[in-house]
């Protein structure tokens, strides 16, 4: 048995190898239209590079409250045609990806737009890189294993949460082997996004609070990686303040389109964020909770994140203090110590006052060594976490969230 310090050693000199090639890589952005009726905008552009035919990758309720029927309408005006795919679920499954997949080689579309939150966006991603790369999901998990360009690829979030639209991540369950699979490659990145925060104000206060955690997630994780970068930092920090200005707005008041569009504004500079700096063991852990229970993600981020925090935060004080300052917690005299703690119990205040539980329901005592050893795993070969855990204390910090 390789002693753990050894094996953080290992680690550490991993993520500075990555590191290095990260500073070193081109990662695209999209051409980015923002604002209400951005979407519409979208919608022209992509008239403008000749498309035909479109894969509308979706769900199926966005078709059912009527979100798509503009964007529909100027399509048709623009003689482009369209199938709708709206198969697709939270935590979307290989078995989606094929489904849709299908359809668009069936209706031979030669682009996909996609509509939704994380899941139709991170499915939509996929299906265009399978249509490109004769491999199945399951040869693409990792990181550059996305040989051939995917299909041309536009996108419009209807949430604030997962930043998809810009980042070079697809995420994609295996209900079979409970696991979800991490695909990251820069060629996912769409060549075009909208930030339209009209679309945003029908979302209910409890997944607009858990979206917000999420993007806020993003931007802390990234910030207190090893991997941060003066870039990283910046996008971070502005995601942050944003978040915390306006969050607690769109959650009360969900038709404000200001506070919806500064929270899509937030969600976006999150993800440049971690696009770069990487994520964290919040995210292995709830990754494996959306695997093992179908936890939405955002919901499963709101939950972990203050109990990694504070499991780190002895290795990232100053990182903290300085979120805090962001957020507008400093008081004169405050010390850093102060306000890595005032940060942390803030965080446990907006998931108070959002609903968000502090624990688990569905999580069961003798799933945890399983869902530590994943998280483990997904966390030490891809993140540059501030402060490792190894087996046991994963567990721990687990299973302090059992209700």
């Known amino acids: 048995m390789i002693p753990f310090g050894v094996q953080v050693a290992g680690y550490q000199s991993l993520m500075k190898t990555l590191k290095g090639l990260v500073k070193t890589l081109p990662f695209p952005k999209p051409t980015l239209f923002t604002g209400p009726g951005s979407s519409l905008e979208l919608c022209e552009a992509v008239s403008l590079m000749g498309v035909r035919k479109l894969l509308i990758v979706t769900d199926a309720m966005l078709v059912k409250i009527g979100l798509l029927d503009e964007m529909e309408k100027r399509l048709e005006t623009l003689g482009i045609r369209f199938v709708v795919y709206d198969g697709i679920l939270p935590d979307p499954t290989i078995d989606q990806i094929e489904a849709g997949l299908k359809i668009l080689k069936r209706e031979r579309c030669q682009a996909i737009l996609a509509v939704g939150g994380g899941s139709p966006i991170d499915a939509a991603k996929v299906i265009a890189a399978r249509a490109t790369n004769k491999k199945p999901v399951s040869k693409m998990e990792g990181m550059f294993k996305v040989f051939s360009a995917p299909l041309p690829l536009f996108a419009v979030p209807t949430t604030a949460g997962t930043g998809s639209e ?38 209910p206060p409890n997944v607009t609070a858990a979206t917000g955690m999420d993007a806020l997630t993003h931007a802390v994780e990234a910030y207190i990686s090893a991997n941060a970068l003066p870039e990283t930092d910046a996008y971070a920090l502005a995601a942050t303040r944003l978040i915390m200005e306006n969050l607690p707005t769109a959650v009360a008041t969900g038709k404000n389109v200001e506070a919806r569009q500064s929270m899509a504004f937030a969600s976006y500079y999150a993800a440049l964020a971690f696009t770069r700096a990487g994520v964290g063991y919040v995210h292995a852990i709830s990754h494996n909770f959306g695997a093992y229970y179908h936890t939405p993600h955002g919901l499963g981020n709101a939950i972990v994140l203050p109990y990694v925090l504070e499991y780190s935060k002895q290795n990232c004080i100053r990182r903290l203090a300085r979120l805090a300052e962001a957020s507008g917690l400093r008081e004169k005299g405050d010390r850093p110590q102060t306000l890595a703690n005032k940060f942390i119990a803030h965080i446990r205040t907006m998931n108070e006052e959002f609903g968000i539980p502090s624990g688990l329901e569905a999580l069961e005592r003798s799933d945890i060594p399983d869902i530590a050893r994943a998280a483990l795993k997904e966390a030490h070969f891809t993140y540059a976490v501030p402060k490792y855990m190894d087996q046991r204390t994963c567990e721990r910090l687990i299973s302090r969230m059992l209700t």
């Open 166 to 203: 810009v980042t070079i991540a697809a995420v994609v369950s295996d209900p079979g082997r409970k696991k979800k699979s991490a695909i990251m490659d820069p060629k996912l990145v769409p060549m075009m996004a909208a930030l339209d925060g009209s679309l945003m104000t029908g979302l």
